[in-house]
Every structure is written in structure tokens, then in C-alpha cells.
């Protein structure tokens, strides 16, 4: 047998590049924000555009230099349009910084304080992929049961899953402008988006 | 800022196609082996040659059409090639399945019976990714204890991580080959092949 591919790619809408260009990632806590609430402001902008032009599921991650304030990586779910299950926000910004600084561990590259800001709380593949990533911060949004609520699968993470990630050097700060992040996730059920749900009980 | 890259790759080793080509799967039981052993011996010959190459850790994957018992895709660990630790042999045979069958969802393609062979138990993020691949059936060949007596680290699954893949209607078979599996773990660590681990301890 001949093996049909042999690479997997996993690309950003075109539009996720000029974005970024028009939309700077702030520098600076702005409007009574914290810098927490800031850079997940601006993720959650992110992910509402994704929403706006349809081109995915409505989640977005950033990942950002915490001694810098520099803007490491961005990610969207491309599950859709990339036909692959593997292409959720979070591990389309880890993927892209540690290839961007050709280093399978961020903590051993030119960034060895990288933050992820999330949307939505991981899923369970994203969280078990948080300790190979050298991420050393996990900011989240909105949480799995807001994702729920809107029909999507998050799979099942450990019942300690924060501690668990703690003990790896990996804080979790959650419920980061959930308001905002919830509204955005309704913001796309109520415009009919579509819940797509891999495995053994198809699409919804 | 112009975002660095806007696509992650991850690759399967040149020699891989080729070695496909030469070694056929069997199609049918062998030596006295059951179809699943006569599979997974076929995955830990395809680790075996990683590790005689060295061409990444010694991790290997395929996905079986169960029905015909093609082989849809296979997966080597290539984290250190691709710069990349989403990459490890299950998340690759994943990936590449999904990518060539053009649906994110195994189990909606023209291969709905699939089962993924794993030469080692899967970590906590490859265990997180398949719900969402569409899998039917994961078959482990050594235990994610014998990865971890090498020095590998394999993350945090729930403790009824079987019960919890079983409830999604994912069959788990654990200890097929182990022996065997775990001879392959055993020459690969007495080479002295790279333990690398990432995230917050660095590479060991």
C-alpha cells in the first residue's frame, strides 16, 4: 500500500494574518482591564470575528510572552476546514509558536515565559497537551460548561485537572471575562453555527 | 506584528512510505498470532525501525479499517523533527487519517469501523483526542507504566480513562505485544535515545 499523504497541515484562515496587522495585540492594561482581562478581551475579539466570517468554531487562543508583552502566537479552530479533529484554538497556537521558534518546548525557547490566553476552557486533548507544550500559564475564559451549554463536547480531563497542571509549573487563572466570552459563544449558537461533534455519535 | 508563520506541518519521515511499501500488513493472522497481535507486531517492527534510524522516540501508530483491514494511516513520533509536541505517533496517524479521508470525523468517512493500534498506551492528550477522531477501537501495546520506566513522561488521564473512551463507544484493548512492546522501549532507552520531555522541568 501506498500511503495516500504524509504530511498533516494545519494553516490560520487567510484573514487571521491581517487582523493581527489591524488589531494589535495592547501592550498595556486598557479601560479599567486588567492585563489579563486586556489580552483576553482581545482573544475573545478574535474569536467573535471567526464568528462573524464563518470560518470555524468560535474559539480563539493567543499565546503571549509574559515577560515581553510580545505576541508569540495566534490560533482558531480550523477543525472544519482543515478535516482534522486535532486543529482546536489551543493547539493551533502551540503548534504554530513552537514551530515559529523551531522548539517542541516553548520553555526552552526565546520565550521561556509563555502565557495561553483561552477563550474557552481546554478540552480534554487541549489540556493534556498544555504539558508537552512548555507553557507555563493557562488563562481561560469561558468555561467547559458554557461550551457545553451550546452543545459542544469537551471531553473528560481529570477531576484535578488545575491541580494537576500546577504541579507541572503550569498556573490556570479561569472565568477570565467569562461574560464576554460567553456572549460571544451565544453570539454564534444563536446565529446557527455549526456544533460539530467528531466520534462515534456524529455531527450535531 | 506580522504573525511568523501561519502553518504548522508535521511530517512523517521520509523512509516511512518506502518502509510501508517493503512490509506490507498482513492481512490475515500470522505465526500463530491472533489479527490484533499480527497488527500490533507489525506497528512495534514499524518503531523498531524509527528507533534502529533514529528518527524520533519510539512511538508508533496505525489505523485499521476493521471492517477491511486496510490500512488507512500509520504515525511515528516526530516531535524533535518537526519541532513540534503535538506531535507524538498517535496524534500523527490521527491526523493523517482524517486529512486523507477529508472529514475530521473518522467515523463519517469512507472508513467508519477504524482502529488505532498504539505501540505504547496513549498520553493524556492523545487520549484527549480520541473522542474526537472518530476511532472505534484503540489497541495499546505497551503500558504507559513501561514508557514511564524509560523515563517518558505520559501526562494525567482520568483514572477510568477505558470506562470513560468505553462510554463514548470506544473499545479499549490494553497489553497486546506488551512483551514485545516493551523490548522495543528497552532497546531504544539502552541506545541512549533522547528522553525528551517537555514543558516546565526542560528535556532530561
Not at 494589535?24 to 475573545?44: F, G, K, Y
Not at 477543525?79 to 521558534?101: D, I, N, P, W
Request: charged fraction near 15%; hydrophobic fraction near 45%.
Amino acid at each position: 500500500m501506498v500511503l495516500p499523504i504524509r504530511r498533516i497541515i494545519l494553516e490560520l484562515p487567510a484573514w487571521v494574518g491581517d487582523w493581527v496587522v489591524a488589531h494589535p495585540l495592547p501592550q498595556a492594561a486598557t479601560d479599567r482591564l486588567s492585563v489579563d482581562q486586556t489580552r483576553m478581551r482581545w482573544v475573545i475579539d478574535l474569536a467573535q470575528e471567526q464568528v462573524a466570517r464563518g470560518s470555524g468554531g468560535p474559539f480563539a487562543a493567543a499565546i503571549v510572552d509574559g515577560n515581553s508583552g510580545a505576541l508569540v502566537s495566534v490560533g482558531v479552530n480550523v477543525v472544519e476546514a482543515s478535516h482534522c479533529a486535532l486543529a482546536h484554538a489551543e493547539m493551533v497556537a502551540m503548534g504554530l509558536a513552537q514551530q515559529g521558534e523551531d522548539s517542541f518546548n516553548l520553555a526552552a525557547s526565546a520565550h521561556p515565559n509563555c502565557m495561553l490566553y483561552s477563550s474557552s476552557e481546554p478540552c480534554a486533548m487541549c489540556y493534556g497537551a498544555l504539558p508537552w507544550s512548555g507553557v507555563g500559564r493557562l488563562v481561560c475564559g469561558a468555561a467547559a460548561a458554557d461550551a457545553i451549554a451550546i452543545g459542544f463536547d469537551e471531553g473528560e480531563k481529570p477531576a484535578d485537572w488545575i491541580d494537576a497542571l500546577a504541579q507541572r509549573g503550569i498556573a490556570v487563572t479561569t472565568d477570565c471575562c467569562r461574560e464576554q466570552a460567553v456572549a460571544m459563544l451565544q453570539r454564534y449558537a444563536s446565529s446557527q453555527g455549526v456544533i460539530y461533534n467528531g466520534g462515534r455519535y456524529g455531527s450535531s
